[in-house]
């Protein structure tokens, strides 16, 4: 058995990922939107540390879960949601499989 850094976004991806592959969606985005969440909080406290030091502001918008979301989204057939997300994930960094959707 493995253990999870409840903390870590990549982990939350990877569970969001698989909650989408399983067909709950609906979880999935709960999932994604928890890894939002703490991404923004790992942000603000590197930045808080970032502005003693003068080191450049980093940003906690994420593409690729946009992106998920809006993929979970349109299974759940709710498209304008669905095409928010998308926009929102184009608008952070342009990809191939966003620009697709």
Not at 61 to 73: A, P, S, V
Not at 74 to 88: D, N, P, T, V, Y
Request: aromatic share 8%; with cysteine.
């Amino acid at each position: 058995a493995a253990c999870l850094n409840p903390n870590n976004t990549a982990n939350l991806k990877q569970v969001g990922h698989s909650y989408y592959l399983l067909g709950r969606h609906k979880q999935a985005i709960q999932v994604y939107e928890e890894a939002q969440k703490i991404g923004e909080e790992n942000v603000r406290k590197r930045n808080e540390a970032g502005r003693q030091s003068g080191a450049a502001r980093l940003s906690a918008d994420d593409w690729e879960i946009w992106h998920n979301k809006g993929l979970c989204y349109i299974h759940m057939k709710q498209l304008g949601l669905a095409i928010e997300s998308f926009k929102r994930a184009n608008a952070i960094q342009r990809h191939d499989s966003t620009y697709i959707q």
